[in-house]
């Protein structure tokens, strides 16, 4: 290769006009052979972002993969577990568990979008991992889904803050379902599919947000759900 060309492709990996995944894959796999080792070293040492982003490609890549088989699933609220547009351009599914802090900090940012966007469901999936609070949440969330009154329930208990026997109480109240609601096989079937399905996209915790191919499993904050909303619809 003549220094020319060597001059070429560094530009182009410095300036970012070769697309991240591509220009990292082409550098770690190719990269020795045909540029250099020191021009490879000298490109990823000056533009160390590449690589992660290279690896963000690749996770997108595979949860997309992962996502097709399942995406019905993962769109299907489970009776009134839902909020947003009743004939959505773009669904965004929700798992989480009431207990969550970090869903907690998530909420509001759900909230703000659904109110801002007239085209977007919010499908929300229970997934109580934190404990037997957790649990008692869920069940009685579902109930109150199941008696069309899901957002009625979980509007509440947000408000009365961190759940426990008297914020369910004042939740299951506000929606008009039992606070210790009996043993439901539909409810059961809900909380095992929901944690096989958080399971098959490989969850470490809540929250976990789908929305279109990309797959968040953090509190990544209003910006970036709007901006996966955007990317989603674009891709529809």
């Known amino acids: 290769m003549t220094e ?12 970012g006009i070769v697309g991240a995944a591509l220009t990292a894959a ?35 890549q595979q949860a997309s ?17 839902w909020k947003g547009a009743a004939e959505p351009d773009v669904t965004m599914t929700y798992f989480y568990d009431y207990a969550c802090g970090y869903c907690r900090q998530s909420n509001p940012d759900i909230e703000r979008l659904l109110k801002e966007d007239q085209g977007l469901r919010v499908v929300y999936r229970e997934l109580p991992i934190l404990g037997p609070d957790s649990v008692a949440a ?4 579902l109930a109150a889904s199941k008696a069309g009154k899901f957002a009625q329930f979980h509007d509440t208990l947000y408000a009365a803050g961190r759940p426990g026997p008297d ?23 809900e909380l095992k599919a929901n944690m096989a399905l958080a399971s098959q996209l490989g969850a470490t915790g809540t929250p976990l947000f789908i929305i279109g191919d990309q797959v968040m499993n953090a509190a990544v904050g209003y910006q970036a759900l709007k901006e996966a909303v955007e990317a989603a619809r674009k891709k529809a």
């Open 4 to 15: 020319t060309s060597k001059a070429t492709w560094t530009a182009a990996i410095g300036g």
């Open 138 to 141: 869920a069940r009685v969330s």
């Open 65 to 81: 993969s992962a996502l097709s088989p399942i995406r019905a699933a993962l769109e299907q609220p489970f009776y009134s577990s």
């Open 167 to 189: 914020t369910i109480a004042a939740a299951a109240r506000a929606a008009g379902v039992a606070a210790q609601p009996a043993n439901d096989p539909a409810q059961e079937a």
């Open 26 to 60: 082409a550098i770690v796999l190719a990269g020795p052979a045909l540029f250099g080792d020191r021009l490879v070293r000298t490109a990823l040492v000056n533009n160390p972002d590449m690589l992660v982003d290279a690896g963000e490609a690749l996770r997108a």
